[in-house]
């Protein structure tokens, strides 16, 4: 992150494309509250690489305005690790979908989390598959009817928060797309945060998923921080995790200070980002190579 | 091939955990010090405990980059090694074994049987691996190998474990050989002093070496045999070379994170088997779509699916020539030997950079973890490191195109992280400003373009590597066709039907993709007789080279039991070809293990 005083708004970080998303789409509202909240903290593009796997919602970093993947499905977490790992001073931000991350790269999730990774994860969950036309997804309730599940899903859908927190996850929070200073604010901890911040935002499909609407979630949310929720404590952000009925939290439900993977890896202790130093063998190092051989 | 005044074999057999790899270390370094070749080969399985390993190793004061023929020399540490192995050695070799625990057995074909009372020699009973050391006394003696100079070699071994394990194993060691001093028969002819001394690694250990040489800055893996020893290697000099070395959860992961990095801008580099290098491919077509360097290594065995996990073949040929979906241009490359595998890859670390793609290097079984002596003034650690169109520095010109449809279809690509460089890379075809063009923006005539943008890359590839050489005598009655690790195998093959009075030449191919066609065409339309040596059952490379050139051999050497070829399987094939006795030669494996 830069110190220098910039001056850059949201508009700045407005990418080449406009969204191709449906009109009312939940993942409108994520974008707003992206380019709002690197705006505030004083990025400018070239700070920023935004990575994103295959979906809807993943066709995000054609829409900002940052160094962008747009990789294959599932597979954001890993490609985003390559990057931080080849350029740690950048700040990497991983967007996608329910579908994408916990389902096609749920390993990728749970691995993450357990290395601790310091990237940014928005998750814009709309609990279907939209991009091919409204399936079940890891996330859809017990008893949805999707064109996969016509007498409805009998599946126990995944627990994003606590799965997050199980796994070693740093910081944990999840939002709601209709509120963009409440997930501009989330986003801009999780940016900070130093280790893998998961962010799951409810981003309604309105096209695709009738159940989880704007209404749904705006008759249900509540927010933590309205409880005094203390963030340290793991258990109680399980348990209010695990909500999905009257009460829905947002907010951030937990949040440790465990060593990043960046911090612990010794390469990275000096000599800037990988990706900027020299290339080839010093002198010694490879006569020693040599020397051990004989 | 330049075959020396020494040729010897022996061979130390054994289940796994008795320790055959410590004699084995210990008498390749011996070698390697007096400057001799070396070229050792494992035959084992996939258990920790157990079994049977049957170690070859082949000392000559000439190159010999194969196991060779024949064994001089067994060492058996168990009695089952006696009972598969003793009808393997004639007249004028020994058998060294300890006489406590293992008896003579019953398939005697003239070896001289060299027992050693290991219990009476030593006081040290409770230690099983005793026995080890006592043959290794022994050898040192049968073989001509001073004791000053074995002892040497166990002191630098065991020195870092105390001086009581220096003098107990020194003890036991000289034990073993002065009783066969006093009993057995020395062979003839004893290693000659070599030049200087040599080096020695694993094919495993020269892939490595090569990526770290050639600038490699990140490494991911998920163990599997037998690109394992990539990792170890990695693993271990990762923080002193500046290397970040990461194990993953899955293949899938390796490879993704591989072309992350790279996209950022480093040397990325991953090594795998043909199984998980079937969860990477979809990252190949990625790496190729967003047009990011970056380079996966395929150290084959035998197949498919788990198949044999210990043992060599060269069966993927096919699977990395398809990997991945869609049609797409990509690098591929199967090293001839270790030092080939350790030039190969500051070269194909260029290529890639150069032309913005993916890169294959195949490697097998037998060369990755054989272990060859080399010559380390061969070893060049400081390779030329071009990077291509990279662009490294920040700029305030506005307009900057990731995907240029340039003249030579290569875009220059930004280093992560550059102000005024601002792109996304996308799996989508896109535009030449990253724009997808798969969605909304469906355009027939950019998608076109951005195809052939990328094709075009290649039009001028072949000029920058080497053709293939035809080897030996341009008139040969036979041409013999390889390809990869075969070569040393082949070229001794060669050599030898020569020295018999069969004319014999030897093509060996490097380069899959890109291939030279026309120049492999101009070399074989003036051949005689064709025949293909390959490590699989359907003939992958007869096929390939069917399919871009046209061209059909006349016969077949093929071999797909898990085990590698040896010269004389390839002499036999091509006598029996010549005789006219079959167009296809399947050689018996004589060593069972």
């Given at each position: 992150m830069t110190t220098t005083e910039i001056n850059l708004t949201p508009r700045d970080f407005k990418g080449k494309s406009n969204p191709d998303w449906c009109a009312g789409c939940g993942d409108f509202g994520v974008l707003n509250a992206i380019q709002r909240a690197v705006a505030e903290m004083g990025f400018r593009p070239h700070d920023i690489m935004t990575v994103s796997g295959i979906g809807c919602s993943s066709n995000l970093p054609g829409y900002i305005n940052t160094y962008g993947m747009h990789t294959l499905h599932g597979r954001s977490l890993a490609m985003a690790t390559g990057v931080k790992m080849a350029n740690h001073e950048m700040n990497v931000l991983v967007t996608g979908g329910d579908g994408d991350g916990y389902g096609i790269g749920g390993n990728h999730f749970t691995h993450t989390a357990r290395r601790n990774t310091d990237l940014t994860y928005i998750v814009m969950n709309n609990q279907i598959y939209g991009l091919t036309t409204g399936q079940v997804s890891p996330t859809s309730s017990i008893g949805m009817t999707t064109k996969s599940t016509p007498f409805g899903n009998v599946e126990q859908p995944i627990n994003p928060i606590t799965s997050a927190i199980m796994n070693g996850a740093t910081f944990v929070a999840r939002a709601y797309s209709g509120d963009v200073r409440q997930m501009s604010d989330i986003f801009q901890q999780g940016i900070r945060h130093k280790g893998f911040s998961i962010i799951d935002v409810f981003s309604p499909c309105v096209t695709f998923n009738l159940t989880n609407t704007h209404d749904f979630f705006k008759e249900r949310i509540k927010k933590l921080e309205d409880d005094g929720h203390d963030t340290s404590d793991w258990k109680t952000a399980c348990e209010k995790a695990m909500l999905f009925g009257d009460e829905i939290y947002t907010g951030v439900f937990y949040e440790g200070d465990r060593s990043s993977l960046e911090d612990v890896e010794p390469v990275l202790k000096e000599g800037g980002p990988l990706a900027y130093r020299k290339l080839g063998l010093e002198k010694d190092d490879a006569q020693k190579i040599i020397d051990r051989m004989m | 091939m330049g075959l020396g005044t020494y040729d010897f074999a022996l061979a130390i057999g054994g289940e796994a955990g008795q320790g055959i790899a410590t004699p084995g270390d210990i008498l390749a370094r011996i070698i390697v010090r007096r400057g001799l070749h070396l070229s050792t080969y494992n035959a084992y399985q996939s258990i920790v405990r157990g079994g049977h390993i049957f170690l070859t190793m082949r000392i000559s004061d000439g190159e010999i980059q194969n196991h060779g023929d024949k064994l001089d020399l067994l060492l058996c540490l168990n009695q089952d090694t006696m009972n598969r192995h003793q009808r393997l050695m004639g007249p004028g070799t020994r058998i060294v074994y300890n006489s406590d625990s293992i008896e003579p057995g019953t398939e005697d074909k003239g070896a001289d049987l060299c027992g050693l009372p290991v219990l009476a020699l030593t006081d040290n009973s409770r230690n099983r691996l005793v026995q080890n050391t006592v043959g290794m006394g022994a050898i040192a003696f049968l073989m001509g190998i001073d004791f000053s100079v074995l002892e040497e070699s166990l002191t630098l071994r065991f020195q870092r474990r105390g001086q009581e394990m220096v003098d107990e194993n020194v003890k036991v060691a000289r034990a073993g050989f002065d009783y066969a001093e006093e009993h057995f028969k020395l062979f003839d002819q004893s290693p000659p002093s070599g030049g200087k001394p040599l080096a020695v690694w694993s094919g495993n250990d020269a892939l490595a070496m090569g990526g770290a040489a050639a600038g490699v800055k990140f490494y991911a893996a998920y163990p599997m045999s037998p690109a394992t020893g990539v990792l170890h290697w990695m693993a271990n000099n990762a923080r002193n070379l500046g290397i970040i070395v990461r194990q993953v959860e899955d293949e899938i992961g390796v490879a993704n994170m591989v072309v992350g990095a790279a996209q950022a801008g480093t040397r990325s580099l991953c090594a795998t088997s043909g199984g998980g290098f079937a969860l990477m491919t979809e990252a190949i077509g990625a790496a190729a779509m967003m047009e990011i360097p970056c380079v996966f290594i395929n150290v084959m065995r035998a197949g498919p699916s788990t198949g044999v996990p210990t043992k060599t073949e060269q069966g993927d040929l096919w699977q990395v020539l398809g990997a991945s979906q869609g049609d797409f241009e990509r690098i591929i490359v199967s090293p001839l030997d270790t030092l080939d595998a350790f030039n190969t890859m500051a070269e194909v670390f260029n290529l890639t950079d150069k032309y913005q793609c993916p890169a294959i290097v195949i490697s097998d079984l037998y060369i990755s973890e054989g272990r060859y002596s080399v010559d380390p003034d061969k070893i060049n650690m400081h390779p030329n490191i071009d990077r291509g169109a990279l662009i490294t520095e920040a700029s305030d010109t506005d307009g900057y195109l990731r995907y240029k449809d340039t003249e030579s279809g290569i875009s220059p690509r930004a280093l992560a992280g550059l102000e005024g460089y601002v792109h996304v890379a996308a799996?989508?075809?896109?535009?030449?400003?990253?724009?997808?063009?798969?969605?909304?923006?469906?355009n027939p005539h950019k998608r076109r373009q951005m195809v052939e943008k990328r094709a075009r890359k290649f039009d001028t590839i072949l000029s920058d590597i080497a053709a293939p050489v035809l080897v030996g005598p341009a008139d040969a009655d036979v041409t013999l066709i390889g390809w990869g690790s075969t070569d040393g195998i082949i070229a001794e093959a060669v050599g030898e039907l020569n020295a018999a009075g069969v004319s014999v030449n030897h093509l060996q191919i490097k380069w899959m993709v890109p291939f030279h066609g026309e120049e492999i065409m101009a070399i074989l339309s003036k051949t005689k007789k064709t025949i293909i040596v390959e490590n699989n059952y359907s003939g992958q490379f007869a096929r390939y080279l069917r399919s871009e050139t046209g061209f059909a051999a006349d016969g077949h050497i093929r071999k797909y039991d898990g085990e590698p070829f040896a010269p004389h399987h390839i002499v036999d094939g091509v006598n029996a070809q010549v005789n006219g006795e079959t167009d296809k030669y399947i050689p018996y494996q004589e060593i069972t293990v």
């Amino acid at each position: 992150m830069t110190t220098t005083e910039i001056n850059l708004t949201p508009r700045d970080f407005k990418g080449k494309s406009n969204p191709d998303w449906c009109a009312g789409c939940g993942d409108f509202g994520v974008l707003n509250a992206i380019q709002r909240a690197v705006a505030e903290m004083g990025f400018r593009p070239h700070d920023i690489m935004t990575v994103s796997g295959i979906g809807c919602s993943s066709n995000l970093p054609g829409y900002i305005n940052t160094y962008g993947m747009h990789t294959l499905h599932g597979r954001s977490l890993a490609m985003a690790t390559g990057v931080k790992m080849a350029n740690h001073e950048m700040n990497v931000l991983v967007t996608g979908g329910d579908g994408d991350g916990y389902g096609i790269g749920g390993n990728h999730f749970t691995h993450t989390a357990r290395r601790n990774t310091d990237l940014t994860y928005i998750v814009m969950n709309n609990q279907i598959y939209g991009l091919t036309t409204g399936q079940v997804s890891p996330t859809s309730s017990i008893g949805m009817t999707t064109k996969s599940t016509p007498f409805g899903n009998v599946e126990q859908p995944i627990n994003p928060i606590t799965s997050a927190i199980m796994n070693g996850a740093t910081f944990v929070a999840r939002a709601y797309s209709g509120d963009v200073r409440q997930m501009s604010d989330i986003f801009q901890q999780g940016i900070r945060h130093k280790g893998f911040s998961i962010i799951d935002v409810f981003s309604p499909c309105v096209t695709f998923n009738l159940t989880n609407t704007h209404d749904f979630f705006k008759e249900r949310i509540k927010k933590l921080e309205d409880d005094g929720h203390d963030t340290s404590d793991w258990k109680t952000a399980c348990e209010k995790a695990m909500l999905f009925g009257d009460e829905i939290y947002t907010g951030v439900f937990y949040e440790g200070d465990r060593s990043s993977l960046e911090d612990v890896e010794p390469v990275l202790k000096e000599g800037g980002p990988l990706a900027y130093r020299k290339l080839g063998l010093e002198k010694d190092d490879a006569q020693k190579i040599i020397d051990r051989m004989m | 091939m330049g075959l020396g005044t020494y040729d010897f074999a022996l061979a130390i057999g054994g289940e796994a955990g008795q320790g055959i790899a410590t004699p084995g270390d210990i008498l390749a370094r011996i070698i390697v010090r007096r400057g001799l070749h070396l070229s050792t080969y494992n035959a084992y399985q996939s258990i920790v405990r157990g079994g049977h390993i049957f170690l070859t190793m082949r000392i000559s004061d000439g190159e010999i980059q194969n196991h060779g023929d024949k064994l001089d020399l067994l060492l058996c540490l168990n009695q089952d090694t006696m009972n598969r192995h003793q009808r393997l050695m004639g007249p004028g070799t020994r058998i060294v074994y300890n006489s406590d625990s293992i008896e003579p057995g019953t398939e005697d074909k003239g070896a001289d049987l060299c027992g050693l009372p290991v219990l009476a020699l030593t006081d040290n009973s409770r230690n099983r691996l005793v026995q080890n050391t006592v043959g290794m006394g022994a050898i040192a003696f049968l073989m001509g190998i001073d004791f000053s100079v074995l002892e040497e070699s166990l002191t630098l071994r065991f020195q870092r474990r105390g001086q009581e394990m220096v003098d107990e194993n020194v003890k036991v060691a000289r034990a073993g050989f002065d009783y066969a001093e006093e009993h057995f028969k020395l062979f003839d002819q004893s290693p000659p002093s070599g030049g200087k001394p040599l080096a020695v690694w694993s094919g495993n250990d020269a892939l490595a070496m090569g990526g770290a040489a050639a600038g490699v800055k990140f490494y991911a893996a998920y163990p599997m045999s037998p690109a394992t020893g990539v990792l170890h290697w990695m693993a271990n000099n990762a923080r002193n070379l500046g290397i970040i070395v990461r194990q993953v959860e899955d293949e899938i992961g390796v490879a993704n994170m591989v072309v992350g990095a790279a996209q950022a801008g480093t040397r990325s580099l991953c090594a795998t088997s043909g199984g998980g290098f079937a969860l990477m491919t979809e990252a190949i077509g990625a790496a190729a779509m967003m047009e990011i360097p970056c380079v996966f290594i395929n150290v084959m065995r035998a197949g498919p699916s788990t198949g044999v996990p210990t043992k060599t073949e060269q069966g993927d040929l096919w699977q990395v020539l398809g990997a991945s979906q869609g049609d797409f241009e990509r690098i591929i490359v199967s090293p001839l030997d270790t030092l080939d595998a350790f030039n190969t890859m500051a070269e194909v670390f260029n290529l890639t950079d150069k032309y913005q793609c993916p890169a294959i290097v195949i490697s097998d079984l037998y060369i990755s973890e054989g272990r060859y002596s080399v010559d380390p003034d061969k070893i060049n650690m400081h390779p030329n490191i071009d990077r291509g169109a990279l662009i490294t520095e920040a700029s305030d010109t506005d307009g900057y195109l990731r995907y240029k449809d340039t003249e030579s279809g290569i875009s220059p690509r930004a280093l992560a992280g550059l102000e005024g460089y601002v792109h996304v890379a996308a799996t989508d075809e896109h535009d030449e400003d990253s724009t997808l063009l798969s969605d909304e923006f469906t355009n027939p005539h950019k998608r076109r373009q951005m195809v052939e943008k990328r094709a075009r890359k290649f039009d001028t590839i072949l000029s920058d590597i080497a053709a293939p050489v035809l080897v030996g005598p341009a008139d040969a009655d036979v041409t013999l066709i390889g390809w990869g690790s075969t070569d040393g195998i082949i070229a001794e093959a060669v050599g030898e039907l020569n020295a018999a009075g069969v004319s014999v030449n030897h093509l060996q191919i490097k380069w899959m993709v890109p291939f030279h066609g026309e120049e492999i065409m101009a070399i074989l339309s003036k051949t005689k007789k064709t025949i293909i040596v390959e490590n699989n059952y359907s003939g992958q490379f007869a096929r390939y080279l069917r399919s871009e050139t046209g061209f059909a051999a006349d016969g077949h050497i093929r071999k797909y039991d898990g085990e590698p070829f040896a010269p004389h399987h390839i002499v036999d094939g091509v006598n029996a070809q010549v005789n006219g006795e079959t167009d296809k030669y399947i050689p018996y494996q004589e060593i069972t293990v």
